[in-house]
Nanobody, 130 residues
Framework: QVQLVESGGDSVQAGGSLRLSCVPSGDTDSNRCMAWFRQAPGKEREGVASLYTGRVDTYYSDSVKGRFTISQDNAKNTVYLQMNSLKPEDTATYYC???????????????????????WGQGTQVTVSS
């Protein structure tokens, strides 16, 4: 079992930046596909970015490409989501998730679907005001 804990959510003005952190605990010995999702009130959960731990390939949704960066710090066993040039439409609860899929799938356009992710954090709120 893997437990995920997110942090870093806050309220910022449009154009600002935030960095979210996700710390896995439990069965963390194996590399796995990690992703960030977000969900705004009344909307479906949306995949934002993914990476396979121990590798450099990443995948981003079109809505955040060029503004958000997913990264990992293996020494700290932490996955980050750096969010720059934030917009009001980025307002949502952001979730970290882990999936038991391979590295090639993890960096493909198919991966950002919640059905593939078994482990989820509790979420952290990001609010962007105009």
């Amino acid at each position: 079992q893997v437990q995920l804990v997110e942090s870093g959510g806050d309220s910022v003005q449009a154009g600002g930046s935030l960095r979210l952190s996700c710390v896995p605990s439990g069965d963390t010995d194996s590399n796995r596909c990690m992703a960030w999702f977000r969900q705004a009130p009344g909307k479906e959960r949306e995949g934002v970015a993914s990476l396979y731990t121990g590798r450099v390939d990443t995948y981003y949704s079109d809505s955040v490409k060029g503004r958000f960066t997913i990264s990992q710090d293996n020494a700290k066993n932490t996955v980050y989501l750096q969010m720059n040039s934030l917009k009001p439409e980025d307002t949502a609860t952001y979730y970290c998730a882990a999936a038991a899929v391979g590295p090639n799938f993890c960096s493909s356009s198919f991966v950002l679907n919640p059905v593939y992710f078994r482990h989820w954090g509790q979420g952290t709120q990001v609010t962007v005001s105009s």
